[in-house]
């Protein structure tokens, strides 16, 4: 069980590292069944460690999360656009998609 580092609050969006050993997820705020305009950003859960960390600061409230252990995607539900993460740095580029693109990973 993942204890949100800011409560109330739950994860939401889960995607596994390539590696298996962490899970990065949005922190939202309130409880499952709220809908929150925003969200509390990404974070990373070390599942060997248990450790919790941030991984950006801010995040939308509705994104689709993927990694491949260097950078994390997060393309943006209600926009053409998604926000690419270097995992490393934290560093962070904003991209525009065309229409009806998904990311996938």
Do not use: C, K
């Not at 590696?19 to 409880?31: E, I, Q, V, Y």
């Not at 709220?34 to 070390?46: E, N």
Request: hydrophobic content about 45%.
């Amino acid at each position: 069980m993942i204890t949100p580092p800011q409560a109330p609050g739950h994860a939401w969006g889960l995607t596994w590292s390539p590696d298996s050993r962490a899970l990065h997820f949005l922190l939202r705020p309130g409880d499952l069944y709220d809908d929150p305009a925003s969200s509390l950003g990404v974070w990373r859960l070390d599942v060997v460690s248990d450790a919790v960390e941030q991984v950006t600061a801010s995040a939308p409230a509705e994104a689709i999360l993927r990694t491949d252990g260097q950078w994390l995607v997060m393309q943006h539900m209600e926009e053409n656009r998604a926000t690419v993460v270097n995992l490393a740095t934290g560093a962070t580029e904003s991209v525009d998609l065309p229409t009806q693109a998904i990311v996938v990973g």
